[in-house]
């Protein structure tokens, strides 16, 4: 039962998968993909394997790469972090710069230049302060994201193996780790 249950949620993965990237086009597909996922969830396993067009021993390979060639790889969606010249613009959106660059204009207005410009070097202190402190940690957060390894244990009517999803990326010209 247990590898009935496995193979139920390894087909769900790549359901939800291929529709995440057809929904670019079609906007209403997660909710029905929301709905469909429940009522099948409602199933014995018998009909809910049939719907699916699996079995409780898993995809034969050829079934495996022909869902490889039609929907691509089954990867996790990953923010790119912002270029760098963005986060630069958006450590400007801090309220305490935004009111230091307010005084500094209201200073040359009032024609005491020496204050404006104490405090626009105020600002640039800290928005180098702050974007220099963010950039390393979004550098740092990005080296530790390429050290997690993502392994899956995959069910095939052959036998179950080990999946490495990036050794899948590297050679998908191939296909043959898949």
């Given at each position: 039962m247990?590898?009935a ?5 390894m087909?769900?993965m790549?359901h ?10 079609k ?5 029905n993909?929301?709905?469909k996922?429940?009522?099948?969830a409602?199933?014995d396993?018998?009909?809910?394997l ?8 898993g ?5 495996a ?21 963005i986060?630069?613009?958006k450590t400007?959106?801090?309220?305490l ?10 200073s ?5 230049s ?15 302060l ?9 550098q ?22 080990e999946?490495?999803?990036m ?12």
């Amino acid at each position: 039962m247990h590898i009935a249950k496995w193979a139920f949620f390894m087909k769900m993965m790549k359901h939800i998968s291929n529709l995440k990237r057809d929904s670019q086009t079609k906007p209403n597909i997660s909710l029905n993909l929301s709905t469909k996922l429940i009522d099948i969830a409602h199933l014995d396993v018998d009909t809910a394997l049939h719907l699916l067009n699996t079995s409780l021993e898993g995809l034969s390979e050829s079934q495996a790469r022909s869902y490889l060639e039609k929907y691509g790889l089954n990867e996790i969606a990953r923010e790119k972090p912002p270029k760098w010249y963005i986060q630069l613009l958006k450590t400007f959106q801090n309220p305490l710069a935004i009111l230091l660059i307010f005084l500094a204009i209201i200073s040359l207005v009032t024609g005491d230049s020496k204050a404006a410009v104490i405090i626009v070097i105020m600002v640039i202190f800290s928005v180098i302060l702050r974007f220099s402190q963010e950039f390393r940690s979004s550098q740092a957060a990005e080296k530790l994201r390429e050290l997690v390894k993502t392994t899956a244990t995959v069910s095939r009517k052959d036998e179950p193996k080990e999946f490495h999803p990036m050794s899948c990326r590297r050679n998908r010209k191939s296909r043959s780790s898949f």
